[in-house]
């Protein structure tokens, strides 16, 4: 087996590139991405829900202001 210029080795059986990434034997695609162990892809799903969470408590706050200046009162509407 020759390593791509990475350093990384091809695994045919696993269809993915075999290196070493923070002292850990990984997984890279063909495109030389790093392949998230499943913890890290939970942590990253989860701060891509807190952002939206943020983005959408932004724009709530963004609409009750507009409701307030056209004199309506968020809190009472039905």
């Not at 997984?27 to 799903?45: D, K, Q, V, Y």
């Not at 829900?49 to 724009?59: I, K, M, S, V």
Request: hydrophobic content about 40%.
């Amino acid at each position: 087996m020759i390593p791509n210029p990475q350093g990384q080795l091809w695994s045919q059986e696993l269809g993915f590139y075999l290196g070493i990434y923070d002292r850990q034997l990984r997984l890279f695609t063909e495109n030389g991405s790093l392949i998230p162990l499943p913890e890290e892809a939970a942590e990253e799903r989860a701060d891509e829900a807190e952002q939206r969470a943020d983005e959408a408590e932004q724009r709530a706050a963004l609409l009750a202001a507009k409701l307030r200046e056209l004199g309506i009162d968020p809190e009472h509407i039905s």
